[in-house]
C-alpha cells in the first residue's frame, strides 16, 4: 500500500503475530473473543458428553440383553444426555454472542482507525491512492476480519479441543480402537499443514504469502476492470477490440496463473485430506475385526466399537472447521497488514506550538522552495521563488507538465516542502494550525467533485452553518442561477440521481459558488475555466471577478485570456519559474510568454476552413 520508513519497518518486525494485533483493535472488548473462545471450547466437551452418555446407554443395554426392561440406569443417562446437550447448545449461543460483540467493535475500530489516520496524510496522498483501492481496503479488511473473530475463531478454538477430548477419550474406553480413528485425523492434519505451507522449501510457499498475492492480483484486476468499464467509450469510437486492454489482460492472465499454481499445490493434500477424514470407517472396521479375537469380553467390545462409529461421525466437521478457520487466520493476517499499510503511512506534521499567523496579513511568499513526489527521480519543484502581497492575483502559465498544479498544492500544504519555506502572512505554513491554514484557503479544482446530495448542501460544504439566503446569495455571484432554474426542485435537487446532470463548466460555477459562500482571503485556482464552453466561460468569468474581489489570488490558467489582467505572470517550465512580469511586460520582452500569447491568439481566431487571417 506504502512505502515504509525503516523505523516503521523495524517497528514492524518487533511487533507481535497479526493475529494478536487484530485483537488489539478490539480495545477493552478483547477479552470477549478470549471469553467467547473458551465458551466454544467448553461447548465442545460438552458436544462429547452425549455420546459418553450413549456408551453407558449401550452398556447397560449389553448388560442385561436380552432383558432390556432391567437396564434401570438407561433413563437417567438419556437425560443426562439430553441435559449436557441442551447446556450445549446454550454454551454455544453464549461464545457466539462474545465473539460477535468483539468482532463488530473490531471491524468498526479498524475503519474508524484507518479513516482517521486518512484524515492526517497529506492530501496528497489521495493523488496515489485511487478511492476505490481505499475503500477496498478498509471496508474489504474489516468485514474480512468481522467474520474471522465472529465465526472462525470459536470454532476453530472447538475444534482443537474436539481432538484432545478424543485422545482422552481413547484411553478411557479402548486405546486401540481410538488409535485406529486418530490415524485418518493425523493423516488430515498433515494434509492441512501441507496446504498452508508447511514443509514447503521456501518462504513463497507460506499461504499467507499466497493470501497476500491473491489480494493484490484480484486489487489489480478490480483496478484494470475499472479503467477498461471507463474506457469503454474510446474502445467504441476508435473501434479497437478488448486486446486494446492489454493492462486487463494481464492482470486476468496473472489472477488466474497465481489462483491455477496454488490449486495445483493443493490438488493432492486436499485429495487425501478429503478421503482420509471421511475413512475413519475404512480404518475402524478392519482395525475391530482384527482387534475383537483378542477381546476377553465381547459385549464390551462391541459396546466400545458402536462407541468409536459414532465418535468418528464428528471428526469430518471438525477437521473441516479446522481447515477453514487456518485459511481465516491467513485472510485476517493479510486484511491486519493492509490496514496498517494505511496506519504506517506518515502523517502530516502538526504545526508548532508558536503557530498562527501572526501579522494576520494574507500575503502568500515562496522562498526558495523545492519539492519531490514520494517515489519521483526528480523534483517537480525547483528553487522556486516569488512573493503575492495580499490583494494582488499572479498567474502561473507555461507548458503542460511544468509544475503549475503542484505549486498550487504548496500553499494549503497539500504536500510538505523538501527545501526552502512557503509562508501565507509571514508564517510558515507547517506552523500555521491547519483548521487556521483551511480556513484561509478556497482551492478550486480543475475537476470538480459534487457529492450525491442536494445542490444546496454541495456548496454548502464549503460552510455549514450558512444560511439558505446566503448559498443563494453565492450561488447567484457565481452565475448558478440559471442552472437552478432548469433544475426540477431548484437548489433542492439532488445531483446525480434521476438523470440530474450538470455540464463540466456547471459544475465549475457550483465549485465558485461554494468558494464564494467559504470566502477565505486567499484563492487559489488550478484551471477553474478547463472545461468552459464559450456561453459557461462568460459566466464563470463574472463568477471569478466576484470570487477573486480583494483576494489574493494564485490561479493557474492555459487560457491566457483569463490571465491578461492579473498583477503578475509567471512562466514555469521544468519545475522553475524561467519569466515573470505584467501581461504588457512579458508580450514586450519576446521571450516564452510572447510565443506563448501569440499562438494562444491564433489558436482563438481560427476557423474550420479558414486560417486565421480569414477569420480575422
Ligand atoms: N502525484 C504525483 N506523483 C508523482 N509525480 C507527479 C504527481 N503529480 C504530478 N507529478 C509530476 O510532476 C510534474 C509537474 O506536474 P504538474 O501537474 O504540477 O504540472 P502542470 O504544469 O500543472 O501540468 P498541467 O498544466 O498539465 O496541469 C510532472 O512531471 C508530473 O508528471
Not at 240 to 245: I, L, R
Not at 462 to 467: L, M, Y
Given at each position: 500500500m506504502t512505502e515504509q520508513s525503516p523505523e516503521n519497518k523495524k517497528s514492524k518486525r518487533k511487533a507481535p503475530h497479526p493475529l494478536f494485533r487484530l485483537l488489539d483493535f478490539?480495545?477493552?472488548?478483547k477479552i470477549l473473543t478470549v471469553v467467547g473462545c473458551a465458551l466454544s471450547g467448553l461447548h465442545s466437551l460438552l458436544a462429547v458428553m452425549p455420546l459418553v452418555c450413549v456408551w453407558f446407554i449401550m452398556s447397560q443395554f449389553v448388560a442385561v440383553a436380552p432383558q432390556w426392561?432391567?437396564?434401570?440406569g438407561a433413563a437417567f443417562y438419556a437425560w443426562l444426555a439430553v441435559g449436557f446437550a441442551v447446556a450445549g447448545v446454550v454454551v454455544y449461543f453464549a461464545a457466539l454472542m462474545c465473539t460477535h460483540i468483539a468482532a463488530f467493535r473490531t471491524g468498526n475500530n479498524m475503519r474508524k482507525a484507518a479513516t482517521h489516520h486518512l484524515s492526517k496524510v497529506?492530501?496528497?496522498?489521495y493523488d496515489e491512492h485511487s478511492t476505490g483501492e481505499l475503500r477496498r481496503v478498509i471496508d474489504g479488511c474489516a468485514g474480512q476480519t468481522e467474520s474471522v473473530l465472529a465465526h472462525k475463531f470459536p470454532d476453530f478454538v472447538g475444534a482443537l479441543i474436539t481432538p484432545v477430548v478424543f485422545v482422552v477419550v481413547m484411553f478411557i474406553f479402548d486405546w486401540a480402537m481410538g488409535l485406529a480413528c486418530l490415524v485418518p485425523i493425523a493423516v488430515s492434519f498433515a494434509c492441512i499443514w501441507r496446504m498452508m505451507?508447511?514443509?514447503?522449501?521456501?518462504?513463497?510457499?507460506s499461504y499467507l504469502t499466497f493470501v497476500s498475492n491473491y489480494q493484490q492480483a484480484l486489487n489489480r484486476m478490480n483496478a484494470a476492470a475499472t479503467e477498461y468499464v471507463r474506457g469503454m467509450p474510446v474502445v467504441k469510437v476508435f473501434q479497437?477490440?478488448?486486446?486494446?486492454?492489454n493492462a486487463f489482460k494481464e492482470a486476468i492472465l496473472q489472477y488466474r496463473d497465481m489462483a491455477h499454481g496454488y490449486s495445483k499445490l493443493c490438488e493432492k493434500p486436499q485429495v487425501v485430506q478429503i478421503v482420509a477424514i471421511n475413512s475413519t470407517f475404512a480404518v475402524l472396521v478392519p482395525a475391530s475385526i482384527l482387534l475383537a479375537g483378542a477381546a476377553g469380553d465381547f459385549a464390551s467390545f462391541f459396546t466400545d466399537f458402536l462407541f468409536y462409529v459414532v465418535f468418528s461421525a464428528v471428526t469430518t466437521s471438525m477437521m473441516t472447521k479446522i481447515l477453514y478457520a487456518s485459511e481465516a487466520a491467513a485472510m485476517a493476517q493479510d486484511a491486519v497488514m493492509r490496514i496498517e499499510g494505511i496506519l504506517f503511512t506518515p502523517e502530516m506534521p502538526c504545526c508548532s506550538?508558536?503557530?498562527?499567523?501572526?501579522?494576520g496579513t494574507c500575503d502568500i511568499v515562496f522562498e526558495g522552495v523545492s519539492f519531490t513526489y514520494p517515489?519521483?527521480?526528480?523534483?517537480?519543484?525547483?528553487n522556486v521563488s516569488f512573493a503575492i502581497p495580499e490583494g494582488e492575483t499572479m498567474a502561473l502559465v507555461g507548458?503542460?507538465?511544468?509544475g503549475k498544479s503542484t505549486i498550487a498544492s504548496l500553499v494549503p500544504r497539500f504536500w510538505d516542502v523538501d527545501e526552502g519555506r512557503v509562508l501565507v502572512g509571514g508564517v510558515d505554513v507547517r506552523d500555521v494550525p491547519r483548521s487556521e491554514l483551511m480556513d484561509s484557503v478556497s482551492f478550486v479544482f480543475q475537476n470538480t467533485r459534487l457529492f450525491k446530495r442536494s445542490l444546496i448542501d454541495n456548496i454548502r460544504f464549503?460552510?455549514?452553518?450558512?444560511?439558505r439566503a446566503e448559498v443563494e446569495a453565492a450561488a447567484h455571484a457565481a452565475q448558478c442561477d440559471d442552472i437552478i432554474a432548469k433544475l426540477?426542485?431548484?437548489?433542492?435537487t439532488v445531483v446525480?440521481?434521476?438523470?440530474?446532470y450538470l455540464s463540466g463548466g456547471e459544475c465549475q460555477r457550483i465549485a465558485l459558488a461554494r468558494a464564494i459562500l467559504k470566502d477565505a482571503p486567499i484563492v487559489v485556482l488550478d484551471?477553474?475555466?478547463?472545461?468552459?464552453d464559450p456561453e459557461n466561460e462568460a459566466l464563470i468569468q463574472r463568477a471569478l471577478a466576484r470570487l477573486t474581489h480583494g483576494k489574493t489570488v494564485l490561479m493557474i490558467a492555459h487560457r491566457l485570456s483569463t490571465v491578461v489582467g492579473a498583477d503578475r505572470i509567471c512562466v514555469v517550465e521544468n519545475g522553475a519559474i524561467s519569466e515573470s512580469g505584467s501581461h504588457g511586460d512579458l508580450v514586450e520582452s519576446k521571450g516564452v510568454y510572447r510565443r506563448m500569447w501569440e499562438d494562444y491568439q491564433k489558436s482563438v481566431s481560427w476557423r474550420i476552413g479558414g486560417g486565421a487571417n480569414d477569420a480575422a
Open positions: 478490539a480495545g477493552p472488548y426392561s432391567e437396564a434401570s497529506p492530501l496528497g496522498y505451507g508447511g514443509g514447503g522449501s521456501d518462504e513463497n510457499s479497437q477490440t478488448v486486446d486494446s486492454f506550538a508558536k503557530g498562527g499567523r501572526a501579522s517515489g519521483a527521480d526528480a523534483p517537480a519543484v525547483k507548458p503542460s507538465g511544468g464549503a460552510r455549514p452553518s450558512a444560511t426540477p426542485e431548484g437548489l433542492d446525480g440521481a434521476k438523470g440530474v484551471e477553474a475555466t478547463a472545461f468552459a
